[in-house]
């Protein structure tokens, strides 16, 4: 699994912990538990190195009516979300 995020050229140049210059990136291996429609990122590469290396990401997936995969983070102290859409 990898997983790379451009952000969009603001007045302020975004950074922050896992956000560098704009830009995040990571990879691993991941767990699928498909009874509780959850998946776990195995972090093994990061651009933010060892902030995220050797940590589980717990998310949470859901597939809409039309198709649409949407994950969110498992844990109670991140509040964002991200929707697939298939064209």
Same mark, same amino acid.
């Given at each position: 699994?990898?997983? !790379? *995020?451009?952000? $969009?050229?603001? $007045?302020? @140049? !975004? +950074? @922050? !912990? /896992?956000?560098?210059?704009? /830009?995040?990136? &990571?990879?691993?291996? /991941?767990?699928?538990?498909?009874?509780?429609? #959850?998946?776990?990122?195995?972090? =093994?590469? &990061? @651009?933010?190195?060892?902030?995220?290396?050797?940590?589980? *990401?717990?998310?949470? /997936? =859901?597939?809409?009516?039309?198709?649409? *995969?949407?994950?969110? +983070?498992?844990? $109670?102290?991140?509040?964002? &979300?991200? #929707?697939?859409?298939?064209?």
């Amino acid at each position: 699994m990898s997983v !790379q *995020l451009l952000y $969009p050229k603001l $007045p302020t @140049n !975004q +950074s @922050n !912990q /896992y956000v560098l210059d704009g /830009y995040e990136a &990571s990879f691993g291996s /991941y767990d699928v538990d498909e009874a509780r429609h #959850t998946l776990t990122h195995h972090v =093994q590469g &990061s @651009n933010t190195r060892d902030l995220l290396v050797g940590k589980d *990401l717990p998310r949470v /997936y =859901q597939f809409t009516a039309d198709g649409k *995969l949407i994950i969110l +983070s498992a844990r $109670p102290d991140e509040h964002w &979300s991200v #929707t697939w859409e298939h064209y």
